[in-house]
């Protein structure tokens, strides 16, 4: 892989820290800033909205800009957005803030992709993804607890300091790294793309891709409850276990990103059966220590080899407009991102218990080979010319996810 992928995964790394951060934050800025929990809560909901409205509509802005100039433009955008966050005293500057961050990552992270996916060259796009979303999990597993530690010691402006800090040096990186190209004047149009993207096999990628997600942050945010509740370990057992998560999902995006490239039909298929079973059996196990442990670990290995599998086939699927695709790919999982958690929350209110989140889960992984299902017997998973190179014999990953 070339040195320009992991300065663009280091950059995914200090963003994904920025977005799930404030789960560590809340109490202080709530106190420091004057207002309620809520009112900080909404903070990420302002987050995750920027991304999902971001994500496709910045990528199509930034279509005719120079690649790099475009990731130094929504890097440095990111970065004095937590300057300005770190130093502000009103909460609604800071809400402003926030959203400004969410559009420049998700402007990033769908030109990264794109951008990740060129130079890893055509037979590698998988690879060069697991890179980008590997920053995402070093994040969960690194990035999160350290801003919180930084906040009992420091408060929590130190937080939006040190991912300003993290990425400074990706800045400088970028420039230095990611090479220098000419404004294409050929390059499709932005209605050229937007017609590529009707593909119905690229619709049902990006759905599974929901999905999957979906599945995996309705039970990540609710894990804590799980083990102290359910599992009956204790809350320093938490922080443990939400590691273990971080660390199976980078082991997954790793796995994911070589299988993508090379079998994802059976990576899909095998992966999808063995992640409904797994959240089945959580549920069913998650009174036993040991096995929850387990649980935690090995679901998160497959749902993000899964899904950095599915991120990888929708580059693959729509070839020729790599920006918009990674656009929606990022706008397709934060819908998950968003939708999971709240269908657990549904849940959860509706007194069905704490194992809830984790039937909601392998629920939403059904209607996702469900619908792989249908889209196989509707014969929406046709081969086209963006698939990936083992798809002649591995079958489309649709098809083989049914």
């Known amino acids: 892989m070339p040195f320009a992928i992991y300065v663009l995964g280091l950059a995914v790394f200090a963003q994904g820290t920025s977005e799930f951060m404030l789960s560590g934050l809340v109490e202080a800025m709530a106190a420091d800033l004057g ?3 809520p009112a900080v809560g909404s903070l990420t909901s302002a987050f995750a909205v920027g991304m999902i409205v971001g994500a496709p509509l910045v990528a199509m802005l930034s279509l005719r800009w120079p690649r790099r100039r475009a990731l130094l433009a929504f890097l440095v955008t990111f970065l004095l957005a937590h300057v300005v966050g770190a130093l502000t005293g009103s909460f609604e500057v800071l809400f402003v803030t926030r959203v400004i961050a969410a559009l420049a990552n998700a402007g990033f992270l769908a030109v990264g992709l794109a951008t990740a996916a060129a130079m890893a060259g055509p037979q590698a796009k998988g690879r060069a993804t697991s890179v980008l979303l590997s920053g995402i999990t070093l994040a969960c597993i690194a990035g999160v607890p350290l801003g919180a530690v930084l906040s009992e010691m420091w408060g929590w402006r130190s937080a939006f300091w040190a991912v300003a800090i993290i990425s400074a040096p990706a800045v400088v990186a970028v420039l230095w790294s990611v090479p220098a190209t000419p404004v294409d004047l050929n390059a499709p149009s932005a209605r050229h793309e937007l017609r590529v993207l009707r593909s119905p096999r690229l619709i049902t990628v990006l759905a599974l891709g929901a999905l999957v997600n979906g599945a995996t942050f309705c039970s990540f945010t609710y894990l804590s409850p799980v083990i102290t509740n359910v599992t009956g370990l204790g809350t320093n057992w938490v922080p443990a276990a939400l590691a273990l998560f971080g660390i199976g999902s980078f082991v997954g995006v790793n796995i994911g990103g070589r299988l993508a490239d090379t079998r994802p039909g059976e990576a899909l298929a095998v992966g999808g059966a063995a992640l409904l079973t ?5 549920a069913l196990t998650a ?19 899964v899904g950095s599998t599915l991120i990888a086939q929708s580059l693959y ?6 920006t918009m695709a990674g656009g929606f790919a990022t706008g397709a999982l934060n819908v998950g ?20 989140p984790l039937v909601v889960s392998a629920l939403l992984v059904l209607a996702a080979l469900l619908l792989a299902g249908v889209a196989r017997a509707t014969g929406v998973t046709g081969r086209n010319a963006g698939a990936a190179p083992e798809e002649s014999s591995a079958g489309s990953p649709v098809q083989a996810a049914s």
Do not use: E, K, M
Request: cysteine-free; proline content about 6%; aromatic content about 12%.
């Open 337 to 356: 991102a968003a939708a999971g958690p709240a269908l657990g929350g549904l849940a959860l209110a509706a007194d069905h218990g704490y194992r809830s």
């Open 35 to 37: 207002v309620s929990i």
């Open 287 to 305: 009174g036993n220590p040991v096995l929850a442990l387990i649980f935690v670990f090995l679901q998160g290995v497959l749902s993000f080899g």
């Open 278 to 282: 797994g959240w089945l059996l959580f």
């Open 317 to 322: 699927t729509a070839s020729s407009a790599p």
